[in-house]
């Protein structure tokens, strides 16, 4: 008889995500999933494998052994990568033939927090229904442990940062390089400190870089893609062409001009959908968003015979539409650009990379390529949860919302949805007048915080 369907527990949006030390984030949760995802993924009697790459936070510590020894429990071997960006763990669990792959990052979040997010052997992030399964065993009990023989063993890789580089660098046209570009770019002292500018400086572009100093605590801290003040005035200072900020698992990114105006995710998808598609090399008429992009892309592309395919929020689940529709180009307003003719996961040096490549090719700065439509205007506010963590499921703000589309109508888009990753509910509202909008905004955001 099968087993009832059940209710997510510790898996959100991007794998497990916690405060580090306090439940879910303990190195007994590391230890259950080692076991329940290696039982999982044990097919057949070949040697299986699995690589596992952190950020920088001082929680990796003590996370990454707890799931080596699951893992080696289970029988698997585990190749350690050290401090390595998201996509370059998907990577190479794709080249390294590996059964499954990890990454112990809490993403943009502070230090105190971290987390855990699995890959298949394809590279690609575990559907919803696959994560379920690993978490019904990590409730259940694990079964099935390795004889003493045929225990796992568990080695550091060496070169896993070069293999990373190399791949990257390749994805630039034949013959292009940086040289006499000069470039800002913020690692977030996160798993990129090491990557980034080495790929910008073996590149041929002049390098200035900050948030390359991580030290277990400053991840994220006042730099990276959610705080790019610091970016943006070195860029200035500088006198630079181009700043980057990554985030602290380097798998998102924002831009700065040479003016220091920022680009957000949803001007690099237009920037580069409008020049692949100029040269044959964009599939699937459209581009993919989430809903949290804005109308004014989606205006855009119609305008030019594209479409803009929305999902819900989470760069995995644009990666999953992208592969049902057969688009190559899909992202995030915050900066996850997905690129599945080079990856299987957003990375924020190779969007940087690609765009640094249409810069080269018509020789025009961002300030010219990185303005590519006009935004309706749109805020966002996130609703802390104090107390009631469901005040969506009450009528009277529910009702809130109702009317609140209602006014909106065809003049802009309303979305309600609770975090992933975080205990708010972000409230976001576009809208083509800024009374209306504010107006909207003021009466859901307060109906949510009256209840929460």
Not at 53 to 59: A, E, H, I, M, V
Not at 302 to 312: A, D, S, V
Request: glycine share 12%; proline share 4%.
């Amino acid at each position: 008889m099968s087993k009832p369907a059940i209710t997510r527990k510790l898996f959100g949006t991007d794998g497990i995500r916690g405060t580090a030390n306090r439940p879910p984030m303990t190195a007994e949760t590391a230890l259950r999933l080692g076991l329940a995802a290696g039982g999982y993924f044990t097919r057949g009697e070949h040697r299986h494998r699995v690589v596992i790459g952190k950020d920088t936070r001082l929680s990796g510590y003590m996370l990454e052994p707890a799931l080596t020894a699951g893992f080696v429990a289970m029988g698997m071997d585990v190749i350690l990568l050290s401090p390595l960006p998201t996509p370059g763990v998907a990577m190479l669990t794709r080249s390294l033939r590996a059964d499954i792959g990890v990454m112990i990052s809490a993403s943009h979040n502070p230090y105190q927090d971290n987390g855990i997010k699995l890959f298949g052997p394809d590279g690609y992030k575990l559907s919803d229904e696959i994560e379920l399964a690993i978490e019904q065993r990590m409730l259940d009990g694990q079964e099935g442990l390795a004889a003493p023989e045929l225990l796992g063993r568990a080695v550091r890789m060496d070169g896993a940062r070069e293999r990373y580089i190399e791949a990257l660098k390749a994805t630039l046209p034949k013959g292009m390089t940086l040289s006499g570009l000069r470039i800002v770019i913020d690692c977030a002292h996160g798993a990129a400190y090491s990557v980034a500018p080495k790929v910008l400086w073996e590149l041929g572009a002049e390098v200035v870089e900050i948030g390359t100093k991580p030290n277990g605590f400053n991840i994220n801290a006042e730099c990276g893609s959610t705080a790019p003040e610091a970016m943006q005035a070195m860029v200035l200072e500088h006198g630079a062409h181009l700043g980057v900020a990554l985030d602290g698992d380097a798998d998102r990114l924002v831009l700065a001009d040479e003016r220091g105006e920022l680009i957000d995710g949803d001007q690099i998808l237009a920037l580069l959908a409008g020049h692949w598609h100029a040269q044959g090399l964009l599939r699937g008429g459209a581009v993919v968003a989430t809903a949290m992009s804005n109308l004014g892309l989606e205006r855009h592309l119609e305008g030019r015979g594209l479409h803009l395919q929305r999902t819900q929020v989470g760069d995995r689940y644009v990666v999953e539409q992208m592969r049902r529709s057969g688009c190559n180009l899909g992202g995030e307003q915050s900066g996850h650009i997905v690129m599945t003719d080079f990856a299987t996961t957003g990375d924020g040096l190779l969007a940087a990379l690609q765009i640094l490549a249409i810069m080269c090719r018509q020789e025009r700065p961002l300030s010219e390529l990185g303005r590519v439509f006009t935004p309706l205007p749109q805020r966002l506010r996130n609703c802390r949860l104090n107390g009631n963590r469901r005040p969506l499921e009450l009528a009277t703000v529910q009702a809130c919302i109702d009317a609140a589309h209602a006014r909106l109508g065809n003049r802009g888009r309303l979305l309600v949805r609770p975090s992933g990753t975080e205990p708010v509910i972000r409230v976001m509202v576009e809208a083509d007048d800024d009374v209306l909008l504010n107006m909207v905004l003021e009466d859901v955001a307060t109906a949510i915080e009256r209840h929460a």
